[in-house]
């Protein structure tokens, strides 16, 4: 029995159905099931018996989840009371972050709201490329990464890690101010930009997973896009500013903030998560991530 078929089960019966937990959780609806059969082929009892098409608890499992419900709140307060009160037990998480985006707001927001679940443990936000951050996790550098989650099939070994997803994030178009577009509308769809040039830069370890992404999200709006790799994501905003293209980015790009470019929202959004290595068993992986979705709920500043 693991924290996290304990965690599944105990939150299928708070949210009263296997939908409504797995949105809890911020996992899939699939995962949460698998947890649950797992759990219940380890321990050899049905937990829950299907009444219409909603579940409800067995009696054993509303016995099992009084039990575990009162083994967890203890163990919490032992656990937040041993570490909140002993100087010696501070310790430093290491969270990677892609370097292109605005960040620096968040990281201080974050660790302010993760200060009142962990005390004496620190955040230390670096920001990283994709390829530099997968390897610094694999070597421990990094304890935990923020990325994109189209990218985690770019990552060799994935199985080795698990995830959860905190946000889902605006995707935008990135124009020059001098873009021909510019004279016509203030208001662009992506298909107004079907004549235009998409500029995007691809680490080695996921070079196609840009160019599909645009692709995908062109092809879906009625058009093939012209697609031109450079060899850096500067390179691209180069030629973006110069008035020759367009980059498809997201709402936490810095340049998305700047009078040098001017910004067409997309319907399509993409999920941001947490990723880590499953022999990372520490405690705190759930107030970060508690921490990250408070903080994305603030108002913007």
Not at 69 to 75: G, L
Not at 170 to 185: A, F, G, V
């Amino acid at each position: 029995m693991t924290s996290i078929q304990i965690n599944c089960f105990l939150t299928v019966i708070k949210m009263n159905g296997i939908t409504r937990a797995a949105e809890s959780l911020y996992i899939s609806q699939p995962a949460v099931s698998r947890q649950i059969s797992a759990l219940e082929k380890e321990i050899g009892i049905s937990l829950f018996h299907h009444v219409g098409r909603n579940i409800e608890p067995t009696p054993f499992g509303k016995e099992l989840y009084h039990l575990l419900s009162n083994y967890t709140d203890e163990f919490r307060q032992l656990l937040d009371t041993y570490r909140y009160s002993d100087p010696r037990n501070e310790t430093t998480i290491n969270i990677a972050y892609l370097f292109n985006w605005n960040f620096i707001q968040k990281a201080s927001h974050i660790s302010s709201v993760f200060e009142g679940y962990c005390k004496n443990t620190n955040l230390a936000f670096h920001p990283t490329g994709i390829s530099d951050a997968y390897q610094g996790l694999d070597l421990g550098k990094y304890d935990i990464i923020l990325t994109m989650e189209s990218d985690i099939e770019t990552i060799p070994n994935h199985e080795k890690y698990s995830y959860q997803k905190v946000a889902d994030i605006d995707r935008l178009i990135l124009y020059s101010p001098t873009h021909p577009i510019h004279q016509i509308t203030t208001d662009p769809t992506i298909y107004d930009f079907q004549d235009s040039i998409f500029y995007y830069y691809s680490e080695p370890t996921n070079e196609t997973v840009m160019e599909k992404e645009i692709m995908r999200i062109c092809q879906k709006n009625g058009f093939k896009p012209i697609l031109q790799q450079k060899a850096s994501w500067q390179t691209c905003l180069t030629y973006v500013q110069r008035g020759y293209g367009v980059v498809m980015t997201d709402a936490w790009a810095p340049e998305a903030d700047t009078a040098q470019f001017l910004t067409a929202k997309l319907k399509d959004r993409h999920s941001i998560v947490l990723l880590w290595k499953n022999s990372n068993k520490n405690t705190y992986l759930s107030a970060l991530q508690k921490s990250i979705v408070e903080c994305l709920a603030m108002p913007s500043t």
